[in-house]
């Protein structure tokens, strides 16, 4: 049992009861970026997948819907061909011509559907039948072919593939400088068009066993929201500072207890795709494993006829000086 505590402000209280011994595995995959949450318990009646069906075949595997596309397609010829074929015996064979068996009536189903040309198969003008059977089938083809052809548009478009040019680096760092605790992380983006509109955000999720009861808090780590410095423009790798004032959750939190506690920070970051407009989302996590006390980045930047970024040091960080 347990539940989520969210947090809009800081309460000093919440971190003092002790954290759980336990190992919390991650919240967050980062190579894919999802929950690894796992639901157990709902009732599938009530789950609403297939009345969001479009999002549900969006979110679906390449060859789900390969399959799906080639499963409908064959299901409308093997039907359409059996309609085919009971039409033409009903009028002994005189509605269709060259169109004698079930066979002959499938390949005819698909020469209509996929507009190939009959050959020496056609509809005499007489037919009524087969005039309503083939305004039909050709509608259904068209139909079935708009649907999938957007599905395919959407899901080669939609932005989630954006967030692999995009780059977190694979450790946080947390130091002091001039007194104040700094906790920071590096992103960066491989491509040179921008995310328009570009933000961050901080969340921190810590764990708590009380009574026998699961809780995962849940707070805001200030990045800047009030200056503006969470608004980002990726010309150049960035370094994200959270600053641990008396503000902050992590502000009676000694460096020791950030590498030994279990916790885990999750990174939004936020922003439209210049090329098509559309919103993308980056997420990323740390935990204690994730953060390296009294180091901080490596310059990535250097010039000389012009500016160059170095891209293996975009991990890097060094000690600081004593």
Request: aromatic share 12%; net charge positive; glycine share 6%.
């Amino acid at each position: 049992m347990g539940e989520t505590v969210r947090y809009s402000k800081y309460t000093p209280a919440v971190l003092m009861s002790e954290p759980t011994q336990q190992h919390t595995p991650k919240l967050l995959k980062r190579s894919s970026g999802r929950s690894q949450i796992k639901y157990t318990g709902l009732n599938t009646k009530n789950v609403g997948f297939l009345r969001d069906i479009y999002t549900t075949v969006i979110n679906a595997k390449w060859w789900v819907i390969l399959v799906v596309f080639t499963l409908a397609y064959l299901v409308s010829w093997f039907f359409f061909g059996g309609l085919w074929y009971a039409a033409n015996k009903n009028k002994n064979f005189t509605c269709l011509v060259e169109v004698d068996s079930y066979s002959a009536a499938f390949l005819f189903s698909v020469e209509v559907q996929a507009t190939i040309g009959f050959g020496n198969k056609y509809i005499r003008s007489n037919c009524i039948e087969g005039i309503l059977l083939l305004v039909l089938q050709s509608l259904l083809s068209i139909l079935i072919t708009s649907i999938f052809g957007g599905l395919v548009y959407a899901k080669v478009v939609r932005p989630r593939n954006r967030r692999k040019t995009l780059l977190f680096s694979e450790k946080a760092v947390l130091y002091e400088n001039n007194g104040e605790k700094l906790f920071e992380f590096r992103v960066g983006n491989l491509r040179h068009d921008g995310i328009v509109e570009c933000h961050v955000r901080l969340q921190l999720y810590l764990p708590r066993l009380v009574n026998g009861i699961y809780q995962l808090e849940q707070f805001d780590l200030d990045v800047g929201y009030n200056n503006g410095r969470d608004r980002l423009f990726l010309l150049t790798p960035v370094i994200i500072t959270h600053h641990i004032t008396a503000g902050s959750p992590l502000y009676n939190l000694s460096p020791r207890d950030m590498t030994e506690m279990d916790f885990e920070i999750v990174v939004v970051l936020e922003g439209a795709v210049e090329a098509t407009g559309l919103t993308a989302q980056a997420l990323w996590s740390y935990t204690k494993e994730d953060i390296v006390v009294d180091h901080k980045f490596n310059s990535m930047l250097s010039r000389s006829h012009k500016w160059t970024l170095d891209f293996s040091h975009f991990n890097e960080t060094v000690p600081i000086s004593p």
